[in-house]
């Protein structure tokens, strides 16, 4: 009894918890503070990717579920964006499908200048009346398969928002054959144009560190320039302007504390926002680089995931 009575609150903390992380979610894509980095990705892998966890729900209700465009699409998104909303539509298609014979049909549509997804189950469909709140906040539908709705009713509100950054549309309506479709849009090109594609200097000495990251930053939708050492960087400075630049400090030739003194030296790069990349990774480093003017110093090995992250975060400022 007491075991049990410790599980209800540990269970309604974490519930209660992922209700403040939703809730605080929505509020940053409101009010602008949230930020999505779109990159081409393959839109059929994602799926793929998503579905995967949700395996053993679909197994348990005896559910099929149908992909009828298995092709390589693409499109331009942010992949841990697309994942969150696809996981809310399934797992709703997943509560709403009846209890025998569930049928969870996922169809992706190219057009000319988007790709169309849509999610349809063959449950009890949506009530005509909701169709104008669904996507607002704490919605609830009636029509689930339990008595009490479960849920937080913030899913498809955040879904509205990130489809939305992305410059697309998502909507709801009642299939024919019966059951509820959800559909959204996402764009083929890059929502950013060209122009203002960021530029990114990466200096390093490292091939291998070079490679990874000019991959990383060409996929994030960066121009990608490349020195191998503080000379080779103040050379291609003369005629380039990047919005960041990653530095590393142990280099032949010219170091980066070298290099980055001689760079906030010219006017036309005060903008720049600088990372050290270093294995050099005691406090006075750290101190000398920051105190040299860099915005962030990083140490080898890192997280490349961390340092686009912070990259993205230092550019947007």
């Given at each position: 009894?007491?075991?049990?009575?410790?599980?209800?609150?540990?269970?309604?903390?974490?519930r209660l918890n992922r209700l403040i992380d939703k809730i605080l979610?929505?509020?940053?894509?409101?009010?602008?503070?949230?930020?999505?980095?779109p990159a081409k990705n393959n839109l059929i892998q994602t799926i793929d990717k998503t579905i995967e966890p949700l395996q053993q729900l679909i197994k348990n209700k005896h559910i099929t579920l149908y992909i009828e465009n298995n092709k390589n699409i693409h499109a331009f998104y942010d992949e841990d964006r697309i994942v969150q909303v696809i996981t809310n539509l399934i797992s709703n298609a997943i509560k709403f499908c009846p209890d025998f014979?569930?049928?969870?049909?996922?169809?992706i549509i190219e057009k000319d200048e988007y790709i169309l997804t849509s999610i349809q189950d063959n449950g009890k469909g949506i009530n005509p009346n909701d169709f104008e709140i669904i996507f607002d906040k704490f919605y609830q539908s009636n029509n689930q398969n339990i008595k009490k709705p479960v849920g937080s009713g913030l899913g498809l509100a955040i879904c509205k928002q990130i489809i939305e950054h992305h410059k697309g549309k998502i909507w709801a309506e009642n299939a024919v054959n019966?059951?509820?479709c959800f559909y959204f849009t996402l764009p083929?090109?890059?929502?950013k144009t060209k122009r203002s594609m960021k530029k990114i200097l990466i200096v390093d000495d490292e091939p291998n560190i070079i490679m990874s990251l000019e991959y990383t930053f060409k996929k994030s939708n960066f121009e990608v320039f490349i020195a191998r050492d503080g000379q080779e960087a103040l050379d291609i400075l003369q005629n380039e302007t990047p919005d960041a630049i990653i530095l590393d400090v142990m280099m032949p030739n010219?170091?980066?504390?070298?290099?980055?003194?001689?760079?906030?030296?010219?006017?036309k790069l005060q903008h720049c926002k600088i990372v050290f990349l270093s294995a050099k990774n005691k406090e006075s480093d750290i101190e000398k680089g920051l105190g040299l003017g860099?915005?962030?110093?990083m140490t080898k090995p890192f997280s490349i995931k961390k340092l686009v992250d912070k990259i993205n975060e230092l550019v947007e400022e």
């Amino acid at each position: 009894m007491k075991k049990q009575f410790l599980q209800n609150i540990i269970s309604e903390s974490d519930r209660l918890n992922r209700l403040i992380d939703k809730i605080l979610d929505l509020e940053k894509f409101e009010t602008g503070k949230q930020k999505i980095y779109p990159a081409k990705n393959n839109l059929i892998q994602t799926i793929d990717k998503t579905i995967e966890p949700l395996q053993q729900l679909i197994k348990n209700k005896h559910i099929t579920l149908y992909i009828e465009n298995n092709k390589n699409i693409h499109a331009f998104y942010d992949e841990d964006r697309i994942v969150q909303v696809i996981t809310n539509l399934i797992s709703n298609a997943i509560k709403f499908c009846p209890d025998f014979e569930g049928l969870i049909t996922i169809q992706i549509i190219e057009k000319d200048e988007y790709i169309l997804t849509s999610i349809q189950d063959n449950g009890k469909g949506i009530n005509p009346n909701d169709f104008e709140i669904i996507f607002d906040k704490f919605y609830q539908s009636n029509n689930q398969n339990i008595k009490k709705p479960v849920g937080s009713g913030l899913g498809l509100a955040i879904c509205k928002q990130i489809i939305e950054h992305h410059k697309g549309k998502i909507w709801a309506e009642n299939a024919v054959n019966g059951g509820a479709c959800f559909y959204f849009t996402l764009p083929k090109m890059n929502i950013k144009t060209k122009r203002s594609m960021k530029k990114i200097l990466i200096v390093d000495d490292e091939p291998n560190i070079i490679m990874s990251l000019e991959y990383t930053f060409k996929k994030s939708n960066f121009e990608v320039f490349i020195a191998r050492d503080g000379q080779e960087a103040l050379d291609i400075l003369q005629n380039e302007t990047p919005d960041a630049i990653i530095l590393d400090v142990m280099m032949p030739n010219v170091d980066g504390y070298a290099t980055i003194t001689e760079i906030k030296k010219d006017e036309k790069l005060q903008h720049c926002k600088i990372v050290f990349l270093s294995a050099k990774n005691k406090e006075s480093d750290i101190e000398k680089g920051l105190g040299l003017g860099a915005n962030a110093y990083m140490t080898k090995p890192f997280s490349i995931k961390k340092l686009v992250d912070k990259i993205n975060e230092l550019v947007e400022e």
